[in-house]
């Protein structure tokens, strides 16, 4: 029974593997230009570790290669379900502006509406650092 422990070993290493190869494959396919085949390939490390600490990026990474190739019905699809399985997500606010601006739409609810930039404080020259002039030598 030596071969079917092995067998099984192997097996378990593989799918140990497979996530880890499924997110080097994208990240591959996506330097050398093949925007397709590396969603698909972040899209297998999702399937295979759904709860893993790349399963979030993996998912981003999806968003961002359909919305480079301005793919909006796809990224609308990928937005909601990243929306979905990572409603505080990191990236979801950024997801759904852009999104918003290849539609030409306003970002949907409270999580993707527009931020106004805080105004930049005043400067005032009483805060800034000033030399002090060099003070005379007491005889």
């Known amino acids: 029974m030596v071969i079917g422990t092995t067998a099984r070993s192997s097996s378990s290493l ?3 593997l497979a996530p880890e190869a499924a997110w080097t494959l994208g990240g591959m396919l996506e330097r050398h230009g093949d925007p397709v085949g590396a969603a698909e390939a972040y899209a297998a490390y999702q ?23 301005k793919d909006v019905e796809h ?14 997500g990191r990236r979801l606010r950024e997801f759904r502006q852009q999104l918003a601006k290849l539609t030409g739409q306003k970002p949907e609810g409270r999580a ?3 931020s106004t930039p805080a105004p930049e ?4 020259p009483d805060d800034e650092p000033r030399e002090e002039s060099p003070r005379p030598a007491r005889p």
Request: aromatic residues 6%; contains cysteine.
């Open 112 to 114: 993707g509406a527009a």
């Open 14 to 16: 593989l799918s140990e």
């Open 121 to 124: 404080p005043e400067e005032n």
């Open 75 to 88: 990224g609308r699809r990928l937005v909601e379900q990243y929306a979905k399985q990572f409603p505080k």
């Open 47 to 69: 399937r295979l570790c759904w709860n893993c600490d790349l399963a979030e990026d993996a998912l981003g990474r999806q968003v961002d290669l359909a919305l480079e190739r």
